[in-house]
């Protein structure tokens, strides 16, 4: 055969599949090792859905025809990427009653994505500004884009009251500065700051980051033109001159880097059954089972945990449900196992877990009051027992209402943000979530009797929020594994650098089976 192979994506909105690019042609082979990559933007929180299509190509060939098609391959970009060492096999289908052989995938980061410089700039002579004093000057940093425009990229601090400042150094991800390209332009406005916001312009000066680099051996002068004196004066000179003192490049780890090194991703799920949902045979009740559509618990958790599933090596998912009287002596649980298995909680798969939390509708009493402590510090005793950073646990919580122990959950929560944790937590239902607000960090961290929150671990969302206008719930349930997932590979990068742990080297192409990890 004369193998090529033809990548689709699939777009969220409308499901088509669209052609992306495809490989060279090799000549007469059965085991093709095509040269032609790829390059796909790679977001964590979304499930972006491939298909490989592989076709025997000749120069009469049109690949429309089924008969010169060989097999394809459906997957996530995430399983790639999740796989050991980033590489996944998969078997080829598509021809009726014929083996098409396997298609083996390999994922890997481009190298500008990681890189951070580190710049200290000063100035000297700069124009006076203010009327009583000198000037508060500060650079503005932007890059350029396609199109002839700047986008704005970085400020420097203020420097109150000289002609000759020197700035704090700051560090900046080479991405930003020249989006890769360390050819494009990168612009220098030297402003004087003023309280009232009307910032008033000193000059300007032009680089590229390839110039910025040269700096790593010798300083750099560059002068500050002001393009309006410079047209009204005959004998101007320069508005001041910018040194580069210092420039460094460092490679900072990224989440590609740690799960390619075999960090596993191990998610537990928590599901509110307290009496507030109403009654599950009734239409009314968020669990309410339907055999039309998924309730929104069920949409929240199959959103968030089809994604969550492709960096967990063995699929297997403690889920528990919290707030309900238990068969046969009606005794309150606040974690009990969906499977009704308290010495395995683990569901196979998310399946598994639907299934799990079904089947617990039907057996158990809803009634209350809720408590999230008891979940939270399960799940947080499984993580306190891992420190190397071969595991990270994600923990979602489901509930539709006010919770009824705060000051324990807040205590739960500050002990496990020293832990390779986050917690993420969707309200369901109509109910008022000011209360879940205060748990999820953004503004303000977490605090227990005085202790602040070593990191920001929880993210909170009322799923109404991204609820399809249209009743498109596959629409639905992108968008809020979107928001909800976005902060997970900041989350954990901050633990791995908090801790000093470095990604491991990737495995070999036949790695050895990864132990077990600890479960909640």
Known sequence: SDPMVVLYTQSRASQEWREFGRT????????????????????????????????????????????????????????VIGGQGSRVERTLTGVPGKKCGTILLTAEELSNCRDIATMQLCAN??????????????????????????????????????????????????????????DRTVKIDVYDWDRDGSHDFIGEFTTSYRELSKAQNQFTVYEVLNPRKKCKKKKYVNSGTVTLLSFSVDSE??????????????FTVAIDFTASNGNPLQPTSLHYMSPYQLS???????????????????????????????????????????????????????????????????????????????????????????SDGSQYYVLLIITDGVI????????????ASSLPMSIIIVGVGPAMFEAMEELDGDDVRVSSRGRYAERDIVQFVPFRDYVDRSGNQVLSMARLAKDVLAEIPEQLLSYMRTRDIQPRPPPPANPSPTPAPEQP
């Open 404 to 415: 009824s122990d705060m000051t324990q959950t807040k205590e739960a929560i500050v002990s």
């Open 296 to 386: 929104a618990y069920a949409m929240a958790l199959k959103a968030v945990g089809e994604i969550i599933q492709d960096y967990d090596s063995d699929k297997l998912f403690p889920a528990y449900g919290f707030g309900a009287k238990l068969p046969p002596e009606g005794r309150i649980s606040h974690q009990f196992p969906l499977n009704n298995n308290d010495e395995d909680p683990n569901c196979a798969g998310i399946e598994g877990v639907l299934e799990s939390y079904f089947q617990s509708l039907r057996t158990v009493q809803l009634y209350g009051p809720t408590y999230f402590a008891p979940v939270i510090n399960q799940v947080a005793r499984a993580a306190a027992k891992i």
């Open 24 to 79: 060279e042609v090799i000549d007469n082979t059965l085991n093709p090792d095509f040269v032609r990559k790829f390059v796909l933007d790679y977001f964590f929180e979304e499930k972006q859905n491939l298909r490989f299509d592989v076709y025997n190509v000749d120069s009469k060939t049109n690949i429309s025809k089924p008969k010169d098609f060989l097999g394809q391959a459906f997957l996530a970009l995430g399983e």
């Open 253 to 266: 780890f990224t989440f590609v880097d740690y799960i390619k090194g075999g960090t596993q991703l191990n």
């Open 125 to 182: 002579k700069l124009d006076k500004k203010d009327f009583f004093g000198k000037s508060d000057p500060f650079l503005v940093f932007y890059r350029s884009n396609e199109d002839g425009t700047f986008t704005i990229c970085h400020k420097t601090e203020v420097v109150k009251n000289t002609l000759n400042p020197v700035w704090q150094p700051f560090s900046i991800p080479v991405r930003a500065l020249c989006n890769g390209d360390y």
